[in-house]
Nanobody, 118 residues
């Protein structure tokens, strides 16, 4: 069974930073694109960012461009999301997801909570 385990969430003040990690196992991590998706309280799922299987290609939702950086370490089977200049509207449960070739996610982690508040 594919396993994705997120960590690194927490409470941070506005303009602060957090670094999220997603440890993957039971599949060939280097063969898949990976994404971060979030869900704010009372709202639906929102795609945040994607990185291709090699790690060189990335894309971001407009609201996080220039503030968030996605990366993956294929040797460690780990996905990362560095989040800087955090805003209260970034408050959400953040999930990592494994992506199929068509871009649709097929496996998700359990999520890690990020709360941005003073």
């Amino acid at each position: 069974e594919v396993q994705l385990v997120e960590s690194g969430g927490g409470l941070v003040q506005p303009v602060g930073s957090l670094s999220l990690s997603c440890a993957a196992s039971v599949f060939t991590f280097s063969s898949y694109s990976m994404s971060w998706v979030r869900q704010a309280p009372g709202k639906g799922l929102e795609w945040v960012s994607i990185v291709n299987k090699g790690g060189a290609g990335t894309a971001y939702q407009d609201s996080v461009k220039g503030r968030f950086t996605i990366s993956k370490d294929n040797a460690k089977s780990t996905l990362y999301l560095q989040m800087n200049s955090l805003k209260p509207e970034d408050t959400a449960l953040y999930y990592c997801a494994r992506d199929l070739p068509d871009g649709a996610p097929d496996y998700w982690g359990q999520g890690t909570q990020v709360t941005v508040s003073s």
